[in-house]
């Protein structure tokens, strides 16, 4: 089975069938030369637990049925067609690659406006953004637009304490532009209101806890009333909320809040510059419906608007995933509108082209997806593995089935698929390095040592240059 991707729903997904098929060979293809994709460049430096799970991956990985194969863009330097024929299944678990736009004046045209995706990739050490730059010292307001646990993880980092930032894996050039950060007052903001928004307990009450950084106090028409009967959880962010932080607004040096019932409506230029960002315009939102508590509630627009000041504003609406080069070719459909490759239920992949009639979809053999590209950008490293298993239960429960699988094989044809062995010399001969496991080990003993002189877990290489230079 190839599996493209070294993410969790990759790596889940592997771990998972190779339980469940005796004998299964797992080849698994990254673009970059280091895999755990977002669990090494999307988790919070500030919660290296979350990471633990490298552990099992890496447990995987060192299995003599399992072949890492980084460094190999599948779809750009390998094209999709060529690694069909040697192959028993393919596994989609790329994730999400790109973010959501939000479509508004500005936007596209102002400095000081960053993607989350960016922004987080920047300081974790991503190559793709090892340029980008922020000035962090432009001014002292920066707004997030939306509430998810990423936009309250930029919230805590650029109001974090540099000294503890720096016992992180963060990068040391993100280190060095946040030491001299003039950031002080963070606007984290949202279309609706607190019992509709999507972050966590977990990591509100980590903001609250920050020192020295005050919490603006919300208004209690927010919240339900006293009376009213709550779930275990809304019940314990509402008094969590309500109380606020113990740290006085007055006496502290930074401090944030939470915006709701606002929808971005424009990024505004800067009177004496005008190519940078000096405020962002809201429309006022009114929830809708006879119980605006509900969960599920939704807004309404209002004639009413609201501008804040900002320096710096990062955009934090959700990720998306996008097709890879050569999959249409290959039968596989994609969702762009939903940013998805179209899935039962299962992680089994579905084309209305397939089935026996002119509407009628089917499953396309031997294709299977997991992860973002199945389910969207949604849930956290639990929520993936959980799908993920979900994807290798049903593989599994095809291959035991005798299910079609790629190239008209099943459990009973006996042909054996030769995999990235029949790939080998066709990478060579387009001039492509693969990073083998033993080479990832290499590369992570050296970002290990060199975080050691500097106090921290690692300093990660954040360019394919220098990782591919280690190698030698």
């Not at 493209?4 to 998972?16: H, L, R």
Request: with cysteine; hydrophobic share 35%.
């Amino acid at each position: 089975m190839a599996v493209i991707g070294s993410g969790p729903a990759g790596f889940y997904t592997a771990y998972k069938v190779m339980s469940r098929i005796e004998d299964a060979i797992v080849d698994m293809y990254e673009q970059l030369p280091v895999p755990f994709g977002l669990v090494r460049f999307g988790v919070a430096p500030d919660h290296p637990e979350v990471k633990n799970c490298q552990d099992k991956f890496t447990e995987v990985a060192t299995s003599r049925r399992f072949n890492y194969i980084g460094n190999i863009d599948v779809g750009r330097d390998l094209p999709l067609s060529l690694l069909k024929p040697h192959y028993d299944a393919i596994l989609f678990a790329y994730g999400a690659s790109k973010d959501r736009r939000l479509g508004i004046p500005g936007e596209e045209t102002l400095n000081g406006i960053f993607s989350a995706r960016a922004f987080v990739g920047w300081y974790n050490g991503l190559p793709e953004y090892e340029n980008l730059s922020p000035n962090l010292s432009a001014g002292e307001e920066a707004v997030v637009v939306g509430q998810g646990n990423v936009a309250l993880d930029i919230a805590r980092t650029l109001l974090t304490d540099i000294d503890r930032l720096r016992k992180t894996d963060m990068t040391e050039q993100a280190l060095e532009a946040l030491s001299k950060s003039r950031v002080r007052r963070v606007r984290v903001v949202g279309r609706r209101g607190p019992m509709q928004a999507s972050f966590t307990i977990k990591e509100v009450r980590e903001l609250l806890n920050l020192p020295s950084v005050g919490f603006v106090p919300l208004d209690p028409s927010l919240f339900p009333p006293a009376s009213t009967k709550l779930l275990r959880t809304p019940k314990r962010l509402t008094q969590l909320l309500s109380k606020g932080s113990l740290n006085p607004l007055s006496t502290s040096n930074k401090s944030w809040s939470l915006d709701f019932l606002l929808s971005p409506a424009s990024f505004n230029a800067s009177s004496k510059l005008p190519d940078r960002l000096s405020s962002v315009t809201f429309s006022k939102t009114a929830l809708q419906g006879p119980d605006p508590f509900d969960p599920s509630a939704k807004v309404i627009p209002t004639d009413e608007q609201l501008s804040l000041p900002a320096s710096l504003a990062f955009r934090s609406i959700g990720y998306k995933a996008e097709p890879i080069t050569g999959m249409e070719e290959l039968g596989v459909p994609f969702d762009a509108r939903l940013g998805i490759i179209p899935n039962d239920p299962y992680g089994r992949i579905i084309s209305s082209s397939s089935g026996p009639g002119d509407k009628a979809a089917a499953h396309v053999p031997g294709m299977y997806c997991a992860g973002w590209v199945k389910r969207g950008p949604t849930g956290v490293i639990a929520s993936t593995m959980e799908d993920a298993f979900s994807t290798a239960d049903v593989i599994a429960r095809d291959w035991e089935g005798k299910a079609l699988f790629l190239n008209g094989s099943n459990a009973t044809v006996g042909r054996k698929s030769t995999g990235w062995d029949a790939l080998k010399e066709e990478a060579e001969r387009r001039g492509l390095r693969r990073v083998d496991w033993n080479s990832w080990e290499t590369i992570n003993k050296a970002e290990k040592q060199n975080g050691s002189k500097r106090g921290k877990e690692r300093e990660k290489f954040s360019s394919v240059k220098e990782m591919l230079e280690n190698l030698g």
